[in-house]
């Protein structure tokens, strides 16, 4: 908990609305192995990390929503039956879980809102999912409204689906409601299904690397790859076999029905089956204390996201590329959506720093951008703050 944030969320909120406000926090994530995985039925293994979003909320008199972003020092109002998709981005994370709440039959009242936080934004840590289950929280908690955790990811997804036109699937908002200090989380998105794994990295700790890039493609693409996976599973299913999602699939009927049909959508589709044996494996090795394996997974995910899915760009391949064979580094590879955002690194402790000095310099001469790097801790979901 960043109790400064927390605290002057609330100092703010009394300045602004001369009210005492609930605050709550919900986290950002990091993705240990299991990429584009979500949507397709299949396995991811998220942490909940030590950077959140923190939201101070109070009741109005009337109908008004009023909102305020601290970051962007702006404002925006609305009112809770009026909500529509509005021109600051920010904003219609929170307004998307509103039109949700209305849309399910939960009563809200009118309120004031303030939002600041510590998750770094663009850089993939899902700041957006974190924004969408905070703000389904803090009105669960002013209005005293009846729905479970499940129900908040769920929620949360479909805000991000209608207001942020990101057809994302559901590990986002899964680790951010569900994340626990210290553990992952293996995470079954057919059944919804978790385990909370040990994050025992033996001296190594979690370091992600920005690349300070977000290009353009980002979500225009993401929601092709899902669409190139349903076509996936259209041809599998023409061709007469009994599968729902690619995780009933299997390379052989790949090979069968989509190779000689369509090549991009094969390699897609060849990178998510895959991608479940990796996360499988890789978790059964962090379960044993075998990190070797689970090192070798993280960059086998990488080369299938890099040639086969086709959703990293340069930059992340370039601090890939940097670590590999470097002995203190486990594992590496690009996390999230892709194209842009951070790599994920497992690295030895007292070999952070010079790393990243090192990088640091190399991706500067080599890129023209600034690197930035964070120590994401395993950590708590969503609470009171
Ligand atoms: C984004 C989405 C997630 C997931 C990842 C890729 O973060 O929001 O649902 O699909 O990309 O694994």
Redesign the pocket.
């Known amino acids: 908990m960043n109790h400064q944030l927390s605290s002057s969320v609330r100092e703010r909120f009394q300045q602004r609305f001369g009210a005492e406000p609930i605050v709550v926090r919900s986290p950002g994530r990091v993705?240990v192995i299991?990429?584009?995985?979500?949507?397709n039925n299949g396995f991811?293994l998220p942490a909940a990390i030590d950077k959140a979003i923190y939201i101070g909320i109070a009741k109005r008199d009337d109908d008004r929503i009023v909102l305020y972003s601290e970051e962007f020092r702006e404002e925006e109002q609305s009112t809770v039956l009026g909500v529509a998709i509005s021109d600051k981005h920010w904003a219609n994370y929170i307004l998307g879980v509103v039109d949700q709440l209305n849309k399910r039959g939960h009563k809200l009242g009118g309120f004031n809102l303030n939002i600041d936080g510590d998750v770094p934004v663009g850089a993939?840590l899902?700041s957006s999912?974190a924004v969408e289950c905070a703000t389904a929280f803090a009105l669960k908690q002013c209005f005293g409204l009846d729905f479970d955790k499940m129900e908040q990811t769920k929620i949360a997804q479909k805000a991000?689906h209608t207001f942020a036109g990101?057809m994302?699937?559901?590990?986002?908002m899964f680790a951010s409601t569900f994340g626990k200090a210290g553990h992952a989380l293996r995470l079954d998105c057919r059944i919804l299904d978790y385990e909370y794994v040990p994050l025992d990295l033996k001296g190594h700790k979690i370091l992600l690397l920005n690349t300070n890039v977000k290009h353009s493609l980002s979500s225009s693409e993401?929601n092709t790859r899902r669409q190139e996976c349903a076509e996936g599973v259209r041809l599998l299913q023409e061709g007469g076999e009994k599968v729902e999602s690619l995780r009933d699939a299997n390379l052989e009927m790949l090979d069968r029905h989509v190779k000689p049909v369509n090549e991009t959508v094969y390699r897609r589709c060849k990178f998510i089956v895959e991608e479940n044996k990796r996360l499988l494996t890789a978790c059964e090795a962090l379960k044993a204390g075998d990190l070797a394996t689970l090192g070798k997974k993280m960059y086998g995910s990488h080369d299938g996201l890099q040639h086969e899915y086709e959703v990293s760009c340069r930059e992340l391949d370039f601090l890939v590329d940097a670590v590999r064979g470097n002995e203190a580094v486990v594992g590496s590879r690009m996390m999230?959506?892709?194209f842009g955002g951070c790599t994920i690194n497992i690295v030895r402790e007292d070999a952070i720093e010079p790393l990243v000095a090192e990088l640091s310099k190399r991706y500067e001469e080599a890129m023209g951008l600034q690197l930035t790097s964070y120590i994401a801790l395993p950590d708590d979901g969503t609470s009171l703050a």
Do not use: F, L, Q
């Open positions: 993705n299991g990429e584009h995985t979500d949507y991811v993939g899902s999912a991000e990101v994302c699937g559901i590990m986002d993401y999230g959506g892709g």
